[in-house]
């Protein structure tokens, strides 16, 4: 399973926007690229995901780099219940892989009011 | 999205003594299953994955006759923790979708914690 490598902490001011960085130097051409985000006691939530155009939907938007070797993760106004664990996993859908998730240590969030 | 519940939320269980934890797709028929265990501070670690239908197919270093896996139907999926130790005790999740084109994502369950005394 490709690896993803992500920064163990963050910090941010409410109502700011945020960019959690993410890098997958040994992506192939099959992963897709996830985010799920996990708050304290509870089972992780989808937040977003996409192969090799950036895409945007209610919850944030993310930017994928033009060689797919890295990608951002953008929450456009962070507000407190965004203080969360963030996991960048590569997904590869060839095969019978779909919905198998690899978990990295994800990056803790923190917002400041 | 997709709902996918676990029951229970919690339980405590006496060493030796086993439990049964399930997990249910309440909207959708899931094709796939995959259970999810997570220490304090750590990451989730990926244990097993439920076809419907099939034999679990387990993860490295995960005792399939420990940990007992039932997908009998597309929408239920059972994880036993059989002669539970103190050190089972861990937060246990479990994901699903239906990967047969109608899902690219999987959805989670809100996990069930497990205290063994």
């Known amino acids: 399973d490709a690896k993803t490598t992500q920064p163990n902490s963050m910090e941010s001011n409410e109502e700011e926007p945020v960019h959690l960085p993410c890098n997958h130097s040994?992506?192939?051409?099959?992963?897709?690229i996830h985010w799920y985000r996990q708050l304290p006691s509870q089972g992780p939530e989808y937040v977003i995901h996409?192969?090799?155009s950036n895409v945007n939907n209610r919850m944030a938007s993310l930017a994928i780099a033009e060689d797919r070797k890295s990608s951002t993760l953008i929450l456009h106004r962070a507000t407190l219940r965004d203080a969360a664990v963030y996991y960048c996993?590569?997904?590869?859908?060839?095969?019978?892989?779909?919905?198998?998730?690899?978990f990295g240590q994800g990056t803790e969030l923190s917002v400041k009011p | 999205g997709a709902v996918v519940s676990q029951h229970p939320s919690w339980v405590i269980c006496k060493s030796g003594t086993s439990v049964k934890i399930e997990c249910r797709s309440l909207?959708?028929?899931?094709?796939?299953m995959f259970w999810y265990r997570q220490f304090p501070k750590q990451s989730l670690m990926l244990m097993a994955t439920?076809?419907?239908?099939?034999?679990?197919?387990?993860e490295q270093g995960v005792e399939k006759d420990k940990f007992l896996i039932n997908h009998a139907s597309l929408t239920l999926s059972t994880l036993t923790v059989t002669s539970a130790h103190p050190e089972d005790s861990s937060f246990y999740i479990c994901?699903?979708?239906?990967?047969?084109?109608?899902?690219?994502?999987?959805?989670f369950g809100q996990g069930t914690r497990l205290t063994v005394v």
């Open positions: 994901s699903a979708g239906n990967f047969r084109g109608q899902h690219t994502e999987a959805f």
């Open positions: 040994t992506i192939s051409g099959t992963d897709y």
């Open positions: 996409g192969l090799t």
């Open positions: 996993i590569l997904s590869s859908r060839s095969g019978n892989q779909g919905g198998k998730l690899i």
């Open positions: 909207d959708f028929q899931a094709t796939t």
């Open positions: 439920s076809n419907e239908g099939s034999k679990a197919t387990y």
